[in-house]
């Protein structure tokens, strides 16, 4: 069971990326996910969390009203929109999953409520 994040790559700062998250090994469509990200020298933050029926997302402040998150269950596929991107919403970007189908963890932005995830994607903003 893994989980591909793909999408990232080198923009620059206002520009946009959508990121993918992919799944093999399980039926995405049953599972809530988190976005997470890793910048260099720091600690892994969530992102953006979707339920997974998809009815209750939630955003980090530092993203909220540039990000949304979104799924296409018949694709099994989670997307992340990044607009308006800064320079530092550089780092490496995760999609996780909990361990059991509709799971929500009890707290969505700790990474230590999730099982599966996978490599990452990385995003480069520059200025």
């Known amino acids: 069971v893994q989980l591909q994040a793909s999408g990232g790559g080198l923009v620059q700062a206002g520009g946009s990326l959508r990121l993918s998250c992919a799944a093999s090994g399980f039926t995405l469509r049953y599972y809530a996910i988190g976005w997470f990200r890793q910048a260099p020298g720091k600690e892994r933050e969530g992102v953006s969390f979707?339920?997974?029926?998809?009815?209750?997302?939630y955003y980090a402040d530092s993203v909220k009203g540039r990000f949304t998150i979104s799924r296409d269950n018949a694709k099994n596929t989670v997307y992340l929109q990044m607009n308006s991107l800064k320079p530092e919403d550089t780092a490496v970007y995760y999609c996780e999953a909990p361990n059991e189908r509709r799971c929500v963890p009890p707290l969505v932005f700790n990474s230590t409520g999730y099982h599966y995830w996978g490599q990452g994607t990385l995003v480069t903003v520059s200025s």
């Open positions: 979707i339920s997974s029926s998809g009815g209750s997302t």
